[in-house]
């Protein structure tokens, strides 16, 4: 499926933004560009299309996940805390059913078959931040800034002491294998899809480390890949978490800028840039991957407008 | 919510631990069921070839998801809605049967449970389904 197809079948949605974004979620919209590109890069991994399931994990309007779904994956679960955003992204299913890109495996006019069926549930995931959990500790191990945060410079060895073998403290507990632990709020069993992509909250003060939470629980709900959105100034820390803490394969797909839109009235600019990347998480071995984990695959500018 | 998402579902606050099921369906005020996409095949020719092709996805979405099923609490489930075709359990031989596969793709997917309830058999702890979304939400104490 060509980009522009994809993008055309994705702007067609009637609920790409938010109206009303919940500051807590960290609720701002996907630009059909974005989600699109996503989309693409799964399939030409053979992560996305017909053959495999999908979970958006914290799916908001379902503009990711619906992307899957728009390019034949089987079955693409959407899951979010928010009974309102799960409405929205509900009107945006009925409008892919009524177009015959979800439905039954019956072909559409194209000849292509649709998405055979997408579910919407409710959970939420547990983050319990370091600093509630651990309050006699000395705090300072935050890890990252808000979604809006100007980047990390400055800040080198934020991260330092995770691996370090005095580190018990029970902040620690964040960082453990995601395959050890599966009380973490979603009650879906492990391992029940292909591919779970997230777009998590990057954290503010109050619940630092929720990215981390949600890329262990994506990584507990996929068989074969996970995609997943991370503050480009946390790369050395998360893919160091992955790579020699979870013995798991991570690579850097895209480098994307965010623009996220003033949305709040405690913005004080019109919006903020902030450089992310699309990190895949997958456990076949496949031929030299392991070598370019560090690289960047593609360079990609995204405008969230 | 389809029957193979309920199948999917465990509870697993650290209360339920001991068991690895999903919650049972005990209360479905509305169901909804999709027609039979594979049976349809009285257009012309090419209608026969396209339905070939959807039916052929079907049997192998089924066999694809059949090893991660909970058997037991597929047949509960499909029961609870009214349905009793299922086997008691799947043999080698039938895991292969193109028409089994046909009709289990016809009970997961093509089967919702638009409101009702699901019930924790360890903890009691319901989780309600409206408008065919359950609802999963865990308080913060439950899965500590």
Redesign the interface.
């Known amino acids: 499926m060509k980009l522009k197809h994809l993008e055309s079948c994705l702007s067609s949605l009637p609920n790409r933004v938010f109206p009303s974004p919940k500051i807590e979620l960290e609720q701002y919209p996907t630009s059909v560009h974005l989600s699109s590109s996503v989309v693409l890069s799964a399939l030409e991994r053979g992560d996305a299309g017909?053959?495999t399931s999908i979970l958006d994990l914290g799916c908001g309007t379902g503009m990711l996940g619906l992307g899957f779904a728009s390019v034949q994956s089987?079955?693409v679960?959407l899951v979010d805390?928010d009974?309102e955003a799960?409405e929205l992204a509900?009107e945006n299913v009925d409008m892919l059913v009524e177009e015959d890109v979800i439905g039954?495996?019956?072909?559409n006019e194209g000849g292509a078959?649709g998405c055979?069926?997408v579910?919407?549930?409710?959970?939420?995931v547990?983050h319990?931040p370091p600093k509630k959990r651990n309050n006699e500790g000395g705090g300072g191990r935050g890890h990252r800034g808000g979604r809006g945060g100007r980047g990390a410079s400055g800040k080198k060895g934020k991260h330092g002491g995770i691996f370090s073998a005095s580190s018990t403290s029970q902040d620690d507990s964040l960082y453990v294998d995601p395959r050890e632990n599966?009380?973490?709020?979603?009650?879906?069993?492990s391992?029940?899809v292909d591919t779970v992509i997230t777009n998590p909250p990057f954290g503010t003060k109050n619940n630092e480390g929720i990215d981390v939470q949600f890329l262990k629980t994506a990584i507990r709900l996929a068989r074969r890949a996970v995609y997943s959105f991370h503050k480009t100034s946390t790369r050395p820390f998360i893919i160091k978490l992955i790579r020699e803490r979870w013995g798991l394969n991570a690579e850097v797909v895209a480098k994307m800028r965010f623009e996220i839109p003033n949305m709040y009235t405690f913005h004080r600019h019109k919006s903020v840039d902030v450089e992310v990347d699309l990190i895949r998480i997958f456990w076949a071995k496949e031929e030299g991957s392991c070598e370019k984990i560090d690289g960047v695959a593609a360079e990609k500018d995204n405008c969230n407008a | 919510?389809?029957l193979?998402?309920h199948n999917?579902?465990?509870?697993?606050?650290?209360a339920a631990?001991s068991t690895t099921s999903p919650p049972r369906i005990t209360a479905a005020t509305k169901i909804r069921v999709?027609e039979f996409?594979?049976s349809a095949s009285d257009g012309g020719d090419d209608d026969d070839d396209?339905?070939m092709?959807?039916?052929r996805?079907?049997v192998?979405?089924a066999r694809?998801v059949l090893p991660?099923l909970d058997w037991e609490a597929l047949v509960h489930a499909a029961g609870a809605l009214g349905l009793s075709s299922l086997p008691p359990s799947v043999s080698k031989e039938l895991a292969e049967d193109v028409g089994f596969l046909r009709a289990l793709y016809h009970v997961l997917?093509?089967v919702h449970l638009v409101d009702g309830m699901l019930t924790c058999e360890v903890t009691g702890r319901e989780?309600p389904v409206t408008?065919?979304?359950?609802?999963?939400?865990?308080e913060?104490h439950e899965?500590?």
């Not at chain 1, 039954?104 to 072909?107: D, L």
């Not at chain 2, 408008?131 to 865990?138: C, Q, T």
């Open positions: 017909p053959g089987d079955m679960y805390c009974s799960l509900r039954r495996s019956t072909a078959p055979l069926g579910e919407l549930i409710m959970a939420k547990k319990v599966v009380d973490d709020g979603i009650p879906l069993n391992k029940i | 919510m389809r193979l998402t999917v579902m465990r509870n697993n606050a650290s631990s999709d996409a594979a396209e339905a092709a959807a039916s996805r079907e192998e979405f694809h991660i997917m093509n989780f408008g065919g979304i359950v609802n999963m939400m865990l913060e899965c500590e």
